[in-house]
């Protein structure tokens, strides 16, 4: 094991680019950011990743103005840029805000590489995403604590505890009453916040064809959920996004945690800055430090946060030497445990107003661009195929739990038994809960288009991130290992085929002109599946790769969100998920990193998250239960090359 005790050296590198004639547009905004590279020589956290969680670290931590915080973020500020809602955020895919991942080749998709966005901004995803604010069910949020087996920390993540942290994150604005009265809108305010700093609303601004669309035109099997929010996400509705009613704009982890805050002194923010790796070396390696007194966060997302680790020599031992890393700590479950949503659509054209018609012809009013595919249902597998089906796909499944295990890309036993803990868990849910295995979303952001898309929300197939090259400028490899267990494509096929019912039915039905994708000509259980090999894509909400799990089951972090065989890193974003949930992944990602602050700061501040780095039924142990501020130190070095800054930063 690799212990990283404040005592013993510690290195965290990172290079950064800093234009030196750059100037922010706003002065509100440039609060805490650091342009000219300048930062202190001491501080008390480190943040790595400026993103959806990173930035709420940031905000929660440095409340206690006795604590210095550094945020390090590999994009740019994004000062320049307001980033827009769901009609013109694809502007920022595949741009300078994205990562612009792809998957490697999917076998079980004829081959196919699928785009994964991941933002590369301050906000990280949460500025160029749908906005959806959709939380996990209470059944999904306690299948996961019940996977920690009762370790110290495990309370953390009761639903009261974690949807008390979802709520501190939300301000919720109520709809006007002319659009809850046109689109029939229905929520519940206790379940909301009113905390601050994101606020949540219903859009502006609501089409005839977004009542018409699954709320109504559903098998009647499917009925309308009271509010998302209250955990009971099932069924059909107008969900909240994540929107500021002041000025319908989009409300992401910058705008709400950072912009508003006063200048703090003891919060530096440095984008353009790439971490390289934390690694253990001896004093006096560089030319100048900082110290780092109490730990480092890892908050690069489900891509990001193993990558450091593994960079780091941190995960399985195969991969660290393939790459040509030296293994410090080998942990099986780094990069594994990866799942993400499927989503496939089938469009119908229409001579009724859609929002995208109402854009391509100009309108551009702030309650209008504030307009979202907010209409989402989410269908248990009774609804979808029937009980009698259901019945015989979930037995089969339970079966198949010897067979599948082989699916997983490791070698390392744990890991299996991560999975098979995991794949028992989902048949538990599939079995004696009304969760949904099917989000339906419709979509009228395109001109003269409707769509209503089909996403998995429980994929079985295991897939994995690894790296294969010591560089932290060269991607990571990205096989999420789609379709590989075939009742995945199953519950897809069926999920579709619900789609094309409630397109075809009474009254949305009234608004469609014909069916233009895939059309008629996919219509058996056999085309289903060939068309969806060939056009389903990814939701964007992959998970898991820093999984909260029993070290013997492949976990890479505790219930207290540290990493094993570490004393001071922590990851706190969405790959600490163990299972997939039945949501998008802002909502929950916020509350992790809500929560992750709590457990901080009890912990230095002496209140109940203190503890040891309890290895979950492991022989092995090691943790950080005082307030040391033995100082480690982050040193710096300087050199230019082809006219930019870059910065290497050592942490020891």
Same mark, same amino acid.
């Given at each position: 094991?690799?212990?990283?005790?404040l005592?013993?050296a510690?290195?965290?590198?990172? &290079?950064?680019?800093v234009?030196?004639?750059?100037?922010?547009?706003?002065?509100?905004?440039?609060r805490n950011?650091?342009?000219?590279?300048s930062?202190?020589?001491?501080?008390?956290?480190?943040?790595?990743?400026?993103?959806?969680?990173?930035?709420v670290l940031?905000?929660?931590?440095?409340?206690d103005?006795t604590?210095t915080?550094?945020v390090?973020?590999?994009g740019?500020?994004?000062?320049?840029?307001?980033f827009?809602?769901?009609?013109?955020?694809?502007?920022?895919?595949?741009?300078?805000?994205?990562?612009?991942y792809? &998957?490697?080749?999917?076998s079980? +998709?004829n081959g196919?590489?699928?785009?994964?966005p /991941?933002?590369?901004?301050?906000g990280?995803?949460?500025?160029?995403n749908?906005?959806y604010?959709?939380?996990?069910?209470?059944?999904?949020?306690?299948?996961?604590q019940?996977?920690l087996?009762g370790?110290?920390?495990?309370?953390?993540w009761?639903?009261?505890?974690?949807?008390a942290? +979802?709520?501190?994150?939300?301000?919720?604005?109520?709809?006007?009453a002319?659009?809850?009265? +046109?689109a029939?809108i229905?929520?519940?305010?206790?379940v909301h916040?009113k905390?601050?700093?994101?606020?949540?609303?219903?859009p502006?601004?609501?089409l005839?064809?977004?009542?018409?669309?699954?709320?109504r035109?559903?098998?009647?099997a499917?009925?309308?959920?009271?509010?998302?929010?209250?955990? !009971?996400n099932?069924?059909?509705?107008?969900?909240?996004?994540?929107?500021?009613?002041?000025n319908?704009?989009?409300?992401y982890?910058r705008?709400?945690?950072?912009?508003?805050?006063?200048? /703090?002194?003891?919060?530096?923010?440095?984008?353009?800055?790439?971490v390289?790796?934390i690694y253990?070396?001896?004093?006096g390696a560089?030319?100048?430090?900082?110290?780092?007194?109490? !730990?480092?966060?890892?908050?690069?997302g489900?891509?990001?946060s193993?990558?450091v680790?593994?960079?780091?020599?941190?995960?399985?031992?195969d991969?660290?030497e393939?790459?040509?890393? &030296?293994?410090?700590?080998?942990?099986?479950?780094v990069?594994?445990?990866?799942?993400?949503h499927?989503?496939?659509?089938?469009?119908w054209?229409?001579?009724?107003?859609?929002a995208g018609?109402?854009?391509?012809?100009?309108?551009?009013t702030?309650?209008f661009?504030?307009?979202?595919?907010?209409a989402?249902a989410?269908?248990?597998?009774?609804a979808?195929?029937?009980?009698?089906?259901?019945s015989?796909?979930?037995?089969s499944i339970?079966?198949?739990?010897?067979t599948?295990a082989?699916?997983?890309?490791s070698q390392?036993?744990e890991?299996?038994?991560?999975?098979?803990?995991?794949?028992s868990?989902?048949?538990?849910?599939f079995q004696? &809960?009304?969760?949904?295995?099917?989000?339906?979303?419709?979509?009228?952001t395109?001109a003269?288009?409707?769509?209503?898309?089909?996403g998995?929300?429980?994929? +079985?197939s295991?897939?994995?991130?690894?790296?294969?090259?010591s560089?932290?400028?060269d991607?990571p490899?990205?096989?999420?290992?789609?379709?590989?267990?075939?009742?995945d494509?199953?519950?897809?096929?069926e999920?579709?085929?619900?789609?094309?019912?409630?397109g075809?039915t009474?009254?949305?039905s009234?608004?469609?002109?014909?069916?233009?994708?895939?059309g008629s000509?996919?219509?058996?259980? !056999?085309?289903?599946e060939?068309?969806?090999?060939?056009?389903?894509?990814t939701?964007?909400?992959p998970?898991g790769?820093?999984?909260?799990l029993?070290?013997?089951?492949?976990?890479v972090?505790n219930?207290?969100?540290?990493?094993?065989g570490?004393?001071?890193?922590?990851?706190?974003?969405?790959?600490?998920?163990?299972?997939?949930m039945?949501?998008?992944?802002?909502?929950?990602?916020?509350?992790v990193?809500?929560?992750?602050?709590?457990i901080?700061?009890a912990?230095?501040n002496?209140?109940?998250?203190?503890?040891s780095?309890?290895?979950?039924?492991?022989s092995?142990?090691s943790g950080?239960?005082?307030?040391?501020?033995?100082?480690?130190?982050?040193?710096l070095?300087?050199?230019?090359?082809?006219?930019a800054?870059?910065?290497?930063v050592?942490?020891?």
């Amino acid at each position: 094991m690799w212990p990283l005790t404040l005592t013993t050296a510690t290195l965290l590198t990172l &290079t950064s680019h800093v234009a030196a004639t750059y100037l922010p547009l706003a002065s509100l905004r440039s609060r805490n950011v650091v342009y000219d590279g300048s930062i202190s020589k001491e501080y008390d956290f480190i943040i790595v990743g400026g993103g959806t969680a990173g930035l709420v670290l940031a905000a929660r931590l440095s409340e206690d103005s006795t604590k210095t915080v550094l945020v390090l973020e590999a994009g740019h500020s994004g000062d320049d840029v307001i980033f827009p809602t769901t009609l013109t955020s694809t502007l920022f895919t595949a741009s300078e805000y994205d990562y612009a991942y792809s &998957t490697a080749s999917q076998s079980n +998709m004829n081959g196919r590489s699928l785009s994964w966005p /991941r933002g590369k901004v301050l906000g990280g995803s949460s500025a160029i995403n749908g906005m959806y604010a959709v939380r996990p069910p209470q059944v999904e949020v306690e299948a996961w604590q019940s996977l920690l087996d009762g370790q110290d920390g495990a309370d953390n993540w009761s639903w009261d505890s974690f949807n008390a942290a +979802m709520k501190k994150s939300e301000t919720f604005t109520a709809p006007t009453a002319d659009v809850e009265a +046109m689109a029939h809108i229905t929520y519940d305010e206790s379940v909301h916040g009113k905390m601050v700093p994101c606020t949540t609303a219903i859009p502006d601004l609501n089409l005839v064809l977004t009542e018409t669309g699954p709320r109504r035109s559903m098998l009647s099997a499917l009925n309308r959920a009271l509010d998302g929010a209250s955990g !009971e996400n099932w069924g059909a509705y107008i969900t909240q996004s994540f929107i500021n009613p002041t000025n319908w704009t989009r409300s992401y982890t910058r705008s709400a945690y950072i912009d508003p805050l006063p200048p /703090r002194s003891n919060l530096d923010i440095l984008a353009d800055a790439t971490v390289t790796r934390i690694y253990a070396a001896s004093a006096g390696a560089a030319t100048s430090s900082v110290s780092v007194k109490k !730990e480092v966060i890892l908050a690069g997302g489900v891509i990001g946060s193993p990558q450091v680790l593994m960079l780091s020599g941190i995960g399985p031992t195969d991969v660290l030497e393939s790459a040509g890393v &030296t293994v410090q700590n080998a942990l099986p479950g780094v990069g594994q445990h990866v799942q993400d949503h499927l989503v496939a659509a089938i469009y119908w054209s229409t001579d009724v107003e859609t929002a995208g018609t109402l854009y391509a012809n100009g309108l551009r009013t702030p309650e209008f661009t504030s307009y979202i595919n907010s209409a989402t249902a989410y269908v248990n597998l009774t609804a979808i195929m029937g009980e009698s089906a259901r019945s015989e796909l979930v037995q089969s499944i339970a079966d198949a739990a010897d067979t599948s295990a082989s699916l997983v890309p490791s070698q390392y036993q744990e890991v299996v038994a991560g999975y098979r803990s995991m794949y028992s868990k989902a048949v538990e849910l599939f079995q004696n &809960t009304p969760v949904g295995n099917i989000e339906l979303l419709l979509a009228i952001t395109g001109a003269g288009a409707v769509g209503i898309q089909a996403g998995l929300q429980h994929p +079985m197939s295991p897939g994995h991130i690894y790296i294969n090259s010591s560089s932290a400028f060269d991607y990571p490899v990205i096989d999420p290992g789609y379709l590989s267990h075939s009742s995945d494509l199953t519950i897809l096929r069926e999920g579709i085929k619900l789609a094309r019912i409630a397109g075809n039915t009474p009254p949305l039905s009234n608004y469609l002109t014909g069916e233009t994708s895939p059309g008629s000509e996919v219509d058996t259980d !056999e085309e289903w599946e060939a068309w969806l090999k060939d056009n389903a894509r990814t939701e964007y909400h992959p998970r898991g790769s820093c999984s909260m799990l029993p070290l013997d089951q492949g976990g890479v972090v505790n219930a207290k969100l540290q990493v094993y065989g570490t004393d001071n890193v922590r990851v706190a974003d969405s790959a600490i998920f163990p299972i997939d949930m039945s949501c998008h992944l802002e909502a929950p990602t916020i509350g992790v990193a809500e929560k992750a602050a709590e457990i901080i700061l009890a912990q230095y501040n002496g209140g109940s998250g203190s503890g040891s780095n309890s290895n979950g039924g492991s022989s092995s142990s090691s943790g950080n239960s005082d307030d040391s501020d033995s100082a480690s130190s982050l040193a710096l070095s300087w050199w230019t090359m082809l006219g930019a800054s870059l910065v290497g930063v050592l942490l020891f």
